[in-house]
Antibody
């Protein structure tokens, strides 16, 4: 049974870079059926897609965050990572990693999620 | 691109049915059948309830159903139960040269 687990600092200072890693266990990140994504949720607010990565390294980003976001994949460690630069208090949120299912004829849904990790931006 | 539009809240009594709408545009919801719905209880990760507009993952009750008309997708929950009280989010693929994902703003379901 595949599982996802987020890890990284829970507190980041303003203007610094937020870095999180998602470890995939119980299966391989090298699957043609999946993209891997990051989604965040500010306290009391809705979900926001940050971006997704394919095991080959191809990336796709939310246009509103694109200038500050880098998502990468490390197939040797079965992990993918998020870096968000120049953070402000508005970036305080629970960050989820998730598996994005795709098929030849459709898909495009998040069928497996990590538990999420709260990242607070504060000095 | 703006989030998909959902009502902020809906409510119903046990046993009743409710419907949550999700309105997008002809560039997202209206252009394909790649709409999904997620249930989120407080402090928990979202859970997939519906994918490709109307399909249910294994283990999801048939009380949950999805549909779409034009640029609006809908989630219907029949036979409301107390445990259905949660936040619900719709989600759409947006694809042109590259792909993006849009979420709705979320709907709080209260079971009276």
């Amino acid at each position: 049974q595949m599982q996802l687990q987020e890890s990284g600092p829970g507190l980041v200072k303003p203007s610094e870079t937020l870095s999180l890693t998602c470890t995939v266990s119980g299966g391989s990140i090298r699957s043609s059926s999946y993209y891997w994504g990051w989604i965040r949720q500010p306290p009391g607010k809705g979900l926001e897609w940050i971006g997704s990565v394919y095991y080959s390294g191809s990336t796709y980003y939310n246009l509103s965050l694109k200038s500050r976001v880098t998502i990468s994949v490390d197939t040797s460690k079965n992990q993918f990572s998020l870096k968000l630069s120049s953070v402000t208090a508005a970036d305080t949120a629970v960050y989820f990693c998730a598996r994005l299912m795709t098929t030849v004829v459709g898909g495009w849904y998040f069928d497996l999620w990590g538990r999420g990790t709260l990242v607070t931006v504060s000095s | 691109q703006s989030a998909l539009t959902q009502p902020a809240s809906v409510s119903g009594s046990p046993g009743q049915s409710i419907t949550i709408s999700c309105t997008g545009t002809s560039s997202d919801v209206g252009s394909h059948n790649l709409v999904s719905w997620y249930q989120q209880h407080p402090g928990k990760a979202p859970k997939l309830m519906i994918y490709e507009v109307s399909k249910r993952p294994s283990g999801i009750s048939n009380r949950f159903s999805g549909s779409k008309s034009g640029n609006t997708a809908s989630l219907t929950i029949s036979g409301l139960q107390a445990e259905d009280e949660a936040d619900y989010y719709c989600c759409s693929y947006v694809g042109t040269i590259t792909f993006r994902v849009l979420f709705g703003g979320g709907t709080k379901l209260t079971v009276l």
